[in-house]
């Protein structure tokens, strides 16, 4: 007697929901090893990575800019600044009144940036050589810590989120961007997946360090968008 064969329909959803099993185990899989350091290549490489046409127009600074409601007379701080794809923008929104913290840990793409900012007439972008584990901003300075493609380079970052917490103002935001780890596997990041944190990670490690998650938006293709305000005394950890 033979076996009945199951319809080749049943192949298929079993299939779909073996890949969405993957998709969701990769979604949940904490960063487990850190990325090549991005100042290990050439300075005139990296900015030209960094300002590549296609990154500008997935990244989206203005659109960015624009939900983050950044206006005139504010203080932000773009840790991981690098060529200043979003720091110059920043610099323009804010206005005369306002100023922005260009902060990288490498020194020579920090040398470009404050000579580009000199020849855009950004009067308001100071660039800040950080260290590794600390932005070194001014006590209780800025109004938004900014990280875009950034997060999966600092190394230990709850500890980090923890010193930059002295250079924010009582009612501070955080606003990260980053790839998700499925975005090795789409093709979308040079990263492999364990080398990238996934948003789940983002919100607990800044809830270890004193933040809680406020939103996220949806207009970046490729990235997620998250928005973080300080926890109140009153507010337990999650």
């Given at each position: 007697?033979?076996?009945p064969?199951?319809?080749?329909?049943?192949?298929?959803?079993a299939?779909a929901a073996?890949?969405a099993?993957?998709?969701a185990?990769l979604?949940?899989?904490?960063?487990?090893?850190?990325?090549r350091p991005?100042?290990e290549?050439?300075?005139a490489?990296?900015?030209a990575?960094?300002?590549?046409?296609e990154?500008?127009?997935?990244?989206?600074p203005d659109?960015?800019i624009k939900?983050?409601?950044?206006t005139?007379?504010m203080v932000v701080?773009?840790?991981?600044?690098?060529?200043?794809?979003?720091?110059?923008?920043?610099a323009?929104?804010?206005?005369?009144?306002?100023k922005?913290y260009?902060?990288?840990?490498?020194?020579?793409?920090m040398?470009?940036?404050?000579?580009r900012a000199?020849q855009?007439?950004?009067?308001?972008?100071?660039v800040?050589?950080?260290?590794?584990d600390?932005?070194?901003?001014?006590?209780?300075s800025v109004?938004?810590?900014?990280?875009?493609?950034t997060?999966?380079?600092?190394a230990?970052?709850?500890?980090?989120?923890?010193?930059?917490a002295a250079?924010l103002k009582?009612?501070?935001?955080?606003?990260?961007?980053?790839?998700?780890p499925?975005?090795?596997?789409n093709g979308w990041s040079?990263?492999?997946?364990?080398?990238?944190?996934?948003?789940?990670q983002?919100?607990?490690?800044?809830?270890q360090?004193?933040?809680?998650f406020?939103?996220?938006?949806?207009?970046?293709p490729?990235?997620?968008?998250?928005?973080f305000e300080r926890?109140?005394a009153?507010?337990p950890?999650?």
């Open positions: 007697m033979n076996t064969r199951p319809p080749r329909y049943l192949g298929w959803v299939s073996a890949s099993m993957v998709a185990a979604a949940r899989a904490d960063q487990t090893k850190m990325p991005s100042e290549r050439p300075l490489e990296r900015v990575r960094f300002e590549r046409p990154r500008v127009a997935k990244l989206k659109e960015v939900a983050l409601g950044v005139d007379g701080a773009d840790i991981g600044a690098g060529s200043g794809l979003f720091a110059r923008p920043f323009r929104a804010v206005g005369p009144k306002g922005v260009a902060v990288d840990i490498s020194a020579d793409i040398g470009y940036l404050r000579d000199r855009e007439n950004l009067g308001n972008l100071e800040i050589v950080s260290e590794e600390d932005p070194l901003l001014p006590p209780r109004d938004l810590a900014f990280f875009a493609d997060t999966h380079h600092i230990n970052r709850v500890p980090f989120y923890k010193k930059m250079g009582d009612k501070a935001r955080i606003a990260v961007i980053d790839y998700p499925e975005a090795s596997a040079s990263h492999k997946a364990e080398e990238l944190v996934p948003k789940s983002v919100i607990a490690e800044l809830d360090a004193g933040f809680r406020v939103r996220e938006w949806d207009i970046l490729q990235n997620y968008f998250l928005l926890r109140t009153a507010e950890a999650r």
